[in-house]
């Protein structure tokens, strides 16, 4: 069948690439700079299937801790596959009790599917400090948009588990509590900007580990 | 206590927002125009945190169907929340023996998660049509670069469910069966632009419904 | 000189744009709907060069209450002119001893001027909690990147200007007590959620006007 | 068949979209507000092929004039079809001894395809003033890269024809002889800002139509 | 005239780049890590205007194959000086019965201008599978949203010539018969997501040097 | 008090970021390479406060020149913290009768605030060259859309001081004078593109030290 071979040769030449170089993906490479933009990436030639597979979010994060919460997160750090894509997951385990501290992702906006168990969850508004929460069930979804203070916590009483998404690659993840009192910013410094009293600023430093 | 009506009143005038717009998010309101970003938004006033959830993903999808499979999406469309930040979500049910057929979202890369069950899942990069495809099992993840052809089925002997997120709030679908044979595209064009026979296009044509 | 008449016909011929737009900018209408870009844009023939200027920056924002400070914005919703645009303004006002509460900017990174006084500023990074903070002299800039928590106070004996930018005409403006302190969140889940005591968070909320 | 009954079942149930809408394009419909994003959206129902096709392009422009040059653009405000999609088009007569002055696009960058004739083009770069120019044959492509002053005229001797693209739908034209010399700035303020002299400002206000 | 040499010191003074540095444009470096946004930049004083020039589509493209015709890409990869800009161009020759059969550019939208011959030019949308299809004429111009399926083919009875452009510098081209039938991907698969007959597969596997 | 520590524990095992990356941030390393969204980014664990702040806008520039202005950028280029930030600043000091010439910033939008003087500013729009000016007075702010023509000029009787911020960290500045006369544009191309006669085109290239 000589017509085979022409198309074939069409196959190859209708359209190529110089540089071996495919830009539909660009897998992270720690080993290179990064960029406002992301990680470098991997040469395509290295890529595999596997790149674009992470197992850790099947695993239950350790809830034995004060919070009895784990966030297991697949960023383009942990996840390399995800540079680029404007995306990224995690894994959200609460014990009974647990409770994920208001926070912020201060590069993206989440959205959370309960797996499993009661989940209350809210977030408040930058204008007015309208606040916005509700008890969610197995099967709800919820949306947290961008850079906005929220929470997470266990109100049933049984484990539960949700799958979150951010509208970024590494959206960030800051926790108000640990920002303020698990580092070395100093009490005063501290109280001056958060109008909490001393004794108040110098537990939780105690509490998270923080010093001065 | 004196000194609480003077912060007080500080709460109110250190930041005012005229108009009294919030632009920390912008649910959809379908009655009015949408553009290029997306949907108008719904006057903040009548927010309600009941606009950023949705429930419908907790139901199962009936996969009484020949591709056994569902997919029941939360985009800005049925989910008006999401609107504007960047992200979606849908579920994924695959029934044993389900498929979802192979497709693109010509708006945003995706991100998959399996609840339950053992999914095939792959995709075809565009350049040198290489193929990255795996079996996942519960708790996996992958990622599917934005639009490149993927497809998801269930490669066990129970029933799958998956969730799946979005780089966009209306990313799209579109299956390259349906575009091609669940329309009315004439039967002659659609061999010449697939090669496909007339035989397997018309009897495509007749299991979809299309026409021409 | 009958040679201008044919250049000037050039000139209206050259290039003509139909339906009178302007897509140069686009000063915002507040009577008509807002999506997720910004406002609608007012018509190009009702726009005067006072839509792209504003006073108001010029007036010293009264810190006649507890915190000693005033912010005073260019956002898009007091300045029109800005929408679309990338970027806003605003001016900073801090008497002696004056603060601007531990805060955020959900949409966009700040960039600050000293105009006259002393000023203590910092931001805290998302992973390591890591804080970077200085004080600033009169025609000091300092730039705190998008979402993450910061603080400004008055570190002199004077009072201090600044005059801070945005990346974003509606970057928004997150003040952690009053998002935590100064709404109906109830005190047990504000409890819940930032680990603070009952007594500290009660205090809060009756100087900020919270209820619950 | 009864096997096709329930497939086309599955092609409806599949994935439905609420609202009827098409979120694929967004045809610019004129009678809408815009925004900062573009035009708002012809409703998807009414939208028909001629939205997407465009035949100005196909007529030559009148160059019957003193540049002896004709742009005809293809942009939103005259080519709805590419509202929203990051892209236009405009066609470029040039007949001998034509020229299109030296001016920039502030909306986006140029790359332009001679398809009949010879053109000298060029732009300049921002920070050195370093020039880049070259003369182009049928069939060479320049690109210019975004908000840089450039230029093209008729370096050969039969007219010429070129079709240029933009990266935005709606990329602006503004030709610095017609912002200065075709308004009612007035000449004093011209000369100011442009260390022109004032016989050669006025000189040119007449001929391009300016006054003041 | 000393009055020379103050000016021409302030035209050195008044602004000044550090690091040499030119962010106007981005000529693509290749021997240097390629990211999310594009490849990293050629130093500044190598760049010359050669790098802003591309001859290759000028040469009609060799479409003795068995679809009788041909793309040739300008994309970032070959033409180096489009690397982040937002465009690339590509020429595309069709034959008579020449076909750029069914295919997505998953990184952006495309608009083609008919140069020479008669083009029958569609796509399809992503919800309703709705078909929008034309025969275009010498001139016309049609635009492609990004991601959808679409397809041109010469309808004329002589060589056609069409030069387009693309939304990206890097847009991609995903052809949807060598996506599934000129790699790897097992015939087995391959029937399961697109309901392809398997004779029909294995024969299209075989014209286009597929295997499995 | 034992609680202390395992809550300390549950500081470091929340959420644990891989590489030591912090993306909050991407602090420019010029001697790493750059590529279209900005430089690469200096490690995080050598990142200082230091590179967040940025002295030199304190400092009056020096205008003792014939233009009588002067801009200090602080761009991504001199001040390596607003890289990949969005957004940067300038000092603009103009003497009496000073002025910064027509110009325009290719990369982002402007916004002014007068510090100290009267400055008369305005810009011209592209479509139909309708020109906004005004003469701002100490506090005023203007803003100006991307990439327009514009000019600021001192209209009173002492040494005026603006600041300016831009919608990039790299906005570039394009100087018309100086692109058409300060470099080796020939003279004749020069007139060919601007229309302005060879005289004044020969006496401000001798001005500016442009040649040919």
Chains 1, 2, 3, 4, 5, 6 share one sequence.
Do not use: W
Request: net charge neutral; with cysteine; charged share 15%.
């Amino acid at each position: 069948m000589e017509m085979y071979l022409p198309i074939l040769f069409v196959a190859s030449l209708l359209f190529s690439y110089s540089h071996g170089s495919v830009l539909d993906f660009c897998v992270a490479d720690f080993s290179l700079p990064d960029g406002p933009a992301g990680y470098s990436c991997k040469k395509p030639a290295k890529v595999t299937v596997n790149d674009f597979v992470y197992s850790a979010l099947g695993i239950a994060g350790d809830t034995n801790n004060l919070i009895k919460a784990k966030v297991t997160p697949a960023f383009a750090a942990q996840f390399p596959g995800v540079n680029g894509l404007g995306l990224s997951m995690a894994r959200l385990d609460l014990a009974v009790d647990g409770v994920v501290p208001i926070h912020t992702h201060p590069g993206g906006s989440e959205i959370l599917f309960v797996v499993e168990g009661t989940i209350c969850a809210g977030f408040i508004s930058s204008s007015a400090n309208t606040v916005y929460f509700k008890t969610l069930y197995k099967g709800d979804v919820m949306v947290f948009p961008q850079g906005l203070l929220h929470f997470q916590f266990n109100s049933g009483n049984k484990p539960a588990l949700a799958i979150v998404s951010f509208s970024s690659p590494s959206p960030g993840l800051q926790i108000t509590d640990f920002a303020l009192f698990a580092n070395n910013l100093p009490s005063a410094l501290v109280e001056k900007v958060t109008f909490l009293d001393d004794a108040q600023v110098k537990k939780l430093k105690a509490v998270l580990g923080g010093t001065g």
